[in-house]
């Protein structure tokens, strides 16, 4: 069965922060819906790239020797092994696309650690 | 170089109908921004599943036996080797997301297909 998802009713569904839900899978890969506020922890991931698109606020993506402001409508790709930090100094509503299975704080893992992401 | 894409800056920069722009590559995927106008030709993908975004305008999906309406902010995955059919009946923005290297026909060949597309 083929079915549309609508981002913004989604979206709706829920208010945990830092908890991304999938939404769609596709040739391996995972489309997840994440609501952000406040600063996420120092990660990387070893074994695949991860696409941030901005659907609602302002997110900071910090990097080590840098950091990238993404706006609505803008996307990012952080390429495998790089290490970064999204901040959200207010709700930020991100689109994630990256392989199934990417754990969301990468090599580390803490009290942000979602092992198992909720479908929605 | 880590550079962001602005997706409406993107839409700006060409008005080719059915002439999908790559802005984006991640885990042998591509990100692909078009504008759609009339209808498509009938095909499908033998090796990838394909996501359609809405980011503007709306966009109509004809399967063999349904249709679906996508709005803005609607997102669609098409599995491969389901035939499939977009129709604009006005100007539609979308964004896609599919295997590197597959060709917006499909299957079929003809006055619509893009070999190599542009990056952008």
Chains 1, 2 share one sequence.
Not at 10 to 39: C, D, R, Y
Not at 48 to 74: A, H, K, P, S, Y
Not at 77 to 98: K, N, S, T, W, Y
Request: no cysteine.
């Amino acid at each position: 069965m083929i079915e549309k998802v609508n981002v913004a009713h989604k979206f709706s569904l829920f208010n945990e922060h830092w908890s991304p839900k999938i939404v769609a899978e596709l040739n391996g890969q995972q489309v997840k819906l994440a609501k952000l506020h406040g600063p996420f922890v120092w990660h990387h991931h070893d074994d695949g790239d991860e696409l941030f698109l901005v659907i609602q606020g302002r997110l900071r993506m910090e990097f080590r020797d840098r950091q990238v402001w993404l706006e609505e409508g803008e996307l990012l790709v952080v390429p495998r092994g790089i290490e970064h930090r999204p901040v959200a100094d207010e709700e930020v509503q991100v689109l994630l696309f990256e392989p199934a299975g990417t754990l969301n704080t990468g090599n580390t893992v803490g009290a942000l650690t979602v092992a198992e992401p909720e479908h929605m």
